[in-house]
Nanobody, 115 residues
Framework: QVQLVESGGGWVPPGGSLTLSCEASETIYSSIPMGWYRQAPGKQRELVARIRSGRDPDYRDSVMGRFTISRDNARKTVYLEMKRLKPEDTAVYYC?????????WGQGTQVTVSS
């Protein structure tokens, strides 16, 4: 059972930046997708970005050019660097590992973008 622990959420004004981190309890092979999802109040959880070896990262259109996902396999950690944040980016952000048709989730970290 993979445990995922997110950190780095918080409050920022519009235009600000945050970097989220997610550390796994065990090594995740680079071929296994790791990613970030988010869920705003009253909305469904949605994919933000996903990364795995051998493919370009996937991003949802609304964050393209503003968010960057990266991965440090030695540290068992995936990062989400978020720049030029907008109020509509406000949500709980969840780390995800998709392994053999099983989804593992972190507890979530709140990101609030407001003035």
């Amino acid at each position: 059972q993979v445990q995922l622990v997110e950190s780095g959420g918080g409050w920022v004004p519009p235009g600000g930046s945050l970097t989220l981190s997610c550390e796994a309890s065990e090594t995740i092979y680079s071929s296994i997708p790791m990613g970030w999802y988010r869920q705003a109040p009253g909305k469904q959880r949605e994919l933000v970005a996903r990364i795995r070896s051998g493919r370009d990262p996937d991003y949802r259109d609304s964050v393209m050019g503003r968010f960057t996902i990266s991965r440090d396999n030695a540290r068992k950690t995936v990062y989400l660097e978020m720049k030029r944040l907008k109020p509509e980016d406000t949500a709980v952000y969840y780390c995800n590992v998709h392994d053999s048709e099983i989804d593992y989730w972190g507890q979530g970290t709140q990101v609030t973008v407001s003035s």
